[in-house]
């Protein structure tokens, strides 16, 4: 199942919501258990104690403990709101990649889509050393069970995971937007993990005010971090015309997805699975 890397290197899983992150990981953890493969766990957190340091802390604790690969995971929590600290806490991470040569256990980082495009434009050194991403869509339900089973390729007798139903999911979300501060709930994780989920989770279940509070929420931020013209924004606008679409009110719609899609077309060539999405999208709206 692991591969040593050799020196270098870290394999990267793009996981947009918390819930699920874990649930992939407690699951994979069940499963290594089983072929006796110990995991240790660097769960960043925010304080005195750099990127580095924690990093360093613990590949040499892994190393001292025996364990046979290391999940790396809760980095977006440390980032900043100010752009600038941002960027400049990001490049420093650069000079950390040297430090993944202390080990040769394999390293999975584990981080949502918007963290990865931080760490591509603005530590490239860093990230220069990934080796595999595998990317994770939102799922909830029963969908998540089925998900975490396939990845892991086990029999249902491993894993025993109950499904995570939406109305416990909204909850759970609900519960951990309300416990930040004012200013963490204005920051871009907060978005990733916490508002577009809850979003997408009001719009299956037919609750379009609902999402669309949050989606709103989510352009709001986006906005104000990214500023008028970027692909988070143009996401957010793309996803609340949808919302308006269902809603009956398609000229709302289409104004939304209009300048979502003109948006994109500044980053990217039209033949961009994105740019066709989003056009398909302003096609189908009604009237």
Same mark, same amino acid.
């Given at each position: ?15 947009? /919501? ?10 994979? #953890? ?12 660097? @769960? ?31 980095? #977006? ?57 595998? #990317?994770? @869509? ?7 069970? /089925? ?33 930040? /501060? %004012?200013?963490? @709930? ?64 398609? #000229? ?20 961009? %699975? ?14």
């Amino acid at each position: 199942m692991w591969v040593k890397h050799q020196g270098q290197g870290f394999a990267v899983a793009e996981v947009n /919501s918390v819930p699920q992150r874990d649930a992939l990981i407690n699951a994979l #953890e069940d499963k290594c258990k089983a072929d006796d493969i110990r995991i240790y766990h660097i @769960k960043f957190t925010p304080g005195d104690i750099s990127f580095s340091g924690q990093l360093r802390f613990g590949i040499e604790a892994a190393d001292r403990g025996n364990y046979q690969a290391i999940f790396l995971y809760n980095f #977006e929590f440390m980032l900043d709101r100010d752009e600038e600290k941002q960027k400049n806490y990001l490049r420093s991470i650069n000079f950390a990649r040297e430090i993944l040569t202390l080990t040769d256990l394999p390293i999975v980082f584990w981080m949502p889509e918007f963290a990865a495009r931080l760490f591509n434009r603005y530590a490239p050194d860093f990230w220069d050393w990934r080796g595999v991403v595998i #990317e994770f @869509k939102t799922v909830y339900e029963e969908t998540l069970t /089925s998900v975490i089973k396939a990845t892991v390729s086990v029999e249902d007798d491993i894993i025993a995971h109950d499904p995570v139903s939406r109305d416990n999911l909204i909850k759970l979300l609900e519960r951990q937007y309300n416990e930040l /501060s %004012p200013k963490d @709930k204005q920051k871009p994780n907060t978005v990733e993990n916490i508002i577009a989920p809850l979003a997408g989770l009001y719009r299956e279940k037919g609750l379009y005010q609902q999402a669309l509070h949050y989606m709103a929420q989510a352009l709001q931020t986006d906005k104000k971090y990214y500023g008028d013209n970027h692909q988070n924004v143009a996401r957010d606008l793309n996803n609340l015309g949808g919302a308006y679409d269902s809603l009956g009110q398609y #000229e709302k719609a289409r104004e939304y997805i209009q300048i979502a899609y003109d948006i994109l077309q500044e980053f990217l060539p039209p033949d961009h %699975p994105d740019v066709i999405r989003i056009k398909n999208n302003l096609d189908s709206i009604q009237g």
